[in-house]
């Protein structure tokens, strides 16, 4: 497992789906049989993702398909996603890719000095260990520090759950001067300007260029295929003057 020794002074979120991989189509599956074990019916509509956590699709899936909710749907379906998507991680490198360059941009920054990597994102934790393990990723991602989809906050809420765990860990106090968040969605954006992180958007997903820049993100990336561009653009942002050397 990942361990990052003191001293840290800056921290590094990283959304996963469709920032550094692609992993729709065991995503769907995983989720199909889920709602099968759960509901004993067939998928007919899955919600759309959208930067969405786990749990909220999970709801609206569940209510598309006419299905009324109880105290114990969510943690089943939780329970059923994991084993559908493990039983399936074999499959993760065939059906699925890593973003182009997110390889080398992750290990790019974690050459960076003081830096601690993780995840904020909309999958449950153990999907997304699996989604970045299947692509020699999580060697570069301190999982104990991140946000995941099971944990039924606002991602902006959970960005400041994730700087808390890293003050647990490591003893470094995150505010939005060190703590920069990497993702795809306008969702990601506005999560990091309400949390007063800084934000590198990534066009790589279903926001555009556009979207991102009215959405406030502080600096746009088209992809992650130049290492030397994140790790400047995190570095700026993480930097001493933070945002306001820009």
């Not at 995840?119 to 934790?125: D, E, H, P, R, Y």
């Not at 946000?147 to 106090?173: C, D, I, M, N, S």
């Amino acid at each position: 497992m990942f361990v990052r020794r003191p001293p840290i002074n800056r921290l590094v979120l990283w959304n996963v789906d469709l920032t550094l991989v692609d992993v729709a189509i065991v995503t769907r599956e995983s989720f199909a049989e889920a709602f099968r074990q759960v509901t004993g019916r067939p998928l007919v509509k899955l919600a759309p993702a959208m930067g969405r956590p786990d749990s909220e699709i999970i709801f609206e899936t569940l209510a598309v398909n006419g299905i009324t909710t109880g105290d114990d749907h969510l943690p089943r379906f939780i329970d059923a996603l994991a084993t559908a998507f493990a039983s399936r991680r074999k499959r993760l490198g065939k059906d699925g890719r890593a973003m182009p360059g997110a390889k080398d941009a992750l290990r790019a920054v974690a050459a960076l000095d003081g830096v601690v990597q993780s995840v904020l994102t909309g999958t449950i934790k153990s999907n997304a260990v699996h989604k970045l393990g299947a692509f020699g990723l999580d060697r570069y991602v301190d999982f104990e520090v991140g946000g995941y989809g099971e944990e039924v906050y606002p991602k902006a809420t959970l960005l400041q759950v994730a700087q808390g765990r890293v003050k647990r860990r490591y003893g470094f106090t995150c505010d939005g001067s060190n703590t920069v968040l990497v993702g795809d969605s306008a969702r990601d954006v506005q999560a990091a300007r309400i949390a007063g992180a800084a934000m590198v958007a990534v066009a790589s997903g279903r926001s555009t260029v556009a979207d991102l820049r009215e959405a406030g993100a502080d600096i746009i990336l088209r992809d992650l295929t130049d290492a030397s561009e994140v790790v400047a653009a995190v570095a700026r942002l993480t930097g001493p003057a933070g945002r306001k050397a820009g």
